[in-house]
Structures are given as C-alpha cells and as structure tokens.
Nanobody, 126 residues
Framework: QERLVETGGGSVQAGGSLRLSCAAV????????MGWFRQAPGKEREVVAR????????EYADSVKGRFTVSQDNAKNTMYLQMDSLTPEDTAMYYC???????????????????WGQGTQVTVAS
C-alpha cells in the first residue's frame, strides 16, 4: 500500500529557506499528480504547488510564486519543495499528496488527492 512520508520541516527566521521532501513508499503505479498543501491553525487546507509526474509541469499558488519550487526525482519516487524567502505567513503544517489529473493537469482540489502524508511543521519567525 502506497504511503507518503514528508521530512524537512522546522523553524527558520523570516527570509530563510527550507527544503521539504516527500518520499512515496510502496508504490505499485505512479499517480499522475503530486502536490504540496498547507494548513495553518484555524484556516482551511490550501494548495501550495503541484507537479504533473509524467512531464514535470508545475503550478503554484499565487502566494508562493517566485519563492517556492516543486521538483521530483522519479528514480527515488521523491518530490521536493524548495522554499525560499520565507515569511511568517508561510507558517503551517505542510502535507504532500498524490492524486489524479484532469485533462493532463493537476487540479488544486484536495478531494482529488487520494493519498496523504502525515505532515511536517514549518514555522517562520519574524
């Protein structure tokens, strides 16, 4: 059974960087889409970035464009999220997820993602 394991969270000062990893374990068939989501206390879970596994096409939330980069290493079944220029507003629990595509694109809708990791906390101090 496929499961996702996130690592790399932690605490950092504003302006700093972190790199999150999401390893897919027990994969029997690749999901078309992999995504990073985050949820801050009292807020709904929101999409951060996603990647179409078969051609590497990426999409980002407006709030992280130019600061975050999602990438993948297919040989390792691992997805990454490089986060630069972090601000306190980026503080949240970050989750990776595997899901289905729609017309060869990765949708932002959480209900289309069927497998979720346990989450890793990112805290950015001002």
């Amino acid at each position: 059974q496929e499961r996702l394991v996130e690592t790399g969270g932690g605490s950092v000062q504003a302006g700093g960087s972190l790199r999150l990893s999401c390893a897919a374990v027990g994969v029997t068939s690749k999901s078309a889409c992999m995504g990073w989501f985050r949820q801050a206390p009292g807020k709904e879970r929101e999409v951060v970035a996603r990647i179409y596994v078969f051609d590497g096409t990426t999409e980002y939330a407006d709030s992280v464009k130019g600061r975050f980069t999602v990438s993948q290493d297919n040989a390792k079944n691992t997805m990454y999220l490089q986060m630069d220029s972090l601000t306190p507003e980026d503080t949240a629990m970050y989750y990776c997820a595997a899901g289905v595509s729609r017309e060869w694109r990765c949708p932002p809708d959480t209900y289309l993602y069927h497998t979720w990791g346990q989450g890793t906390q990112v805290t950015v101090a001002s």
